[in-house]
T-cell receptor, first 114, second 113 residues
Framework: AQSVTQPDIHITVSEGASLELRCNYS??????LFWYVQSPGQGLQLLLK??????LVQGIKGFEAEFKRSQSSFNLRKPSVHWSDAAEYFC????????????FGAGTRLAVHP | GAVVSQHPSWVICKSGTSVKIECRSL??????MFWYRQFPKQSLMLMAT?????????EQGVEKDKFLINHASLTLSTLTVTSAHPEDSSFYIC?????????FGPGTRLLVL
């Protein structure tokens, strides 16, 4: 069955520190992978996506993610975190069904210390 | 990507009343929209897939008579929570499917008293 695992429920980093959020997926074929960010009380904003090609993808707000097929992972990274990055981050896999449904991970809540 | 709006952004209603939430695709003609429900500090749960001009496809366990979905045009889908009860209080988010990517609205917070 298709699934997405985000092992870290809550992460706290200092402003200016580097960040890596983990995401592992289970899917039978080459997946479509997404990272979304949600600020409190808001909808989800697409950070980046991977469909094919270069396994290192760049997104908005200075984020990047690397697809590693051998590890079934799609970890999100940022070299220097800003206080405004504090939010909930969701990894998702596209099911490639007729309606392209998404399966979401449980989310990782990021707190940023000044 | 597609720009999506929702209305209202929040609503408070009495138990037993019905509430309609609108989801609009502002710059893209969407044949497919999705409705999600999100409980506090939890992930998104897909409720149904809304298809323009046809019946919505509901996920297992979602009561179709409770959560009525209408997708009458390529820019508008509505979710009506019928006979709302306090347990229906939640954050409802819609999204628009643009090829393989979904773009989300800002969400609607529903509180049923």
């Amino acid at each position: 069955a298709q699934s997405v695992t985000q092992p870290d429920i809550h992460i706290t980093v200092s402003e200016g520190a580097s960040l890596e959020l983990r995401c592992n997926y289970s899917y039978g074929a080459t997946p479509y992978l997404f990272w979304y960010v949600q600020s409190p009380g808001q909808g989800l904003q697409l950070l980046l996506k991977y469909f094919s090609g270069d396994t290192l993808v760049q997104g908005i707000k200075g984020f990047e993610a690397e697809f590693k097929r051998s590890q079934s992972s799609f970890n999100l990274r940022k070299p220097s975190v800003h206080w405004s990055d504090a939010a909930e981050y969701f990894c998702a896999v596209g099911t490639l069904s007729g309606y392209n449904k998404l399966i979401f991970g449980a989310g990782t809540r990021l707190a940023v210390h000044p | 990507g597609a720009v999506v709006s929702q209305h209202p952004s929040w609503v408070i209603c009495k138990s037993g009343t019905s509430v309609k939430i609108e989801c609009r695709s502002l710059d893209f003609q969407a044949t497919t929209m999705f409705w999600y429900r999100q409980f506090p500090k939890q992930s998104l749960m897909l409720m149904a897939t809304s298809n323009e001009g046809s019946k919505a496809t509901y996920e297992q366990g979602v009561e179709k008579d409770k959560f009525l979905i209408n997708h009458a045009s390529l820019t508008l889908s509505t979710l009506t929570v019928t006979s709302a009860h306090p347990e229906d209080s939640s954050f409802y988010i819609c999204s628009v499917g643009q090829q393989e990517t979904q773009y989300f609205g800002p969400g609607t917070r529903l509180l049923v008293l």
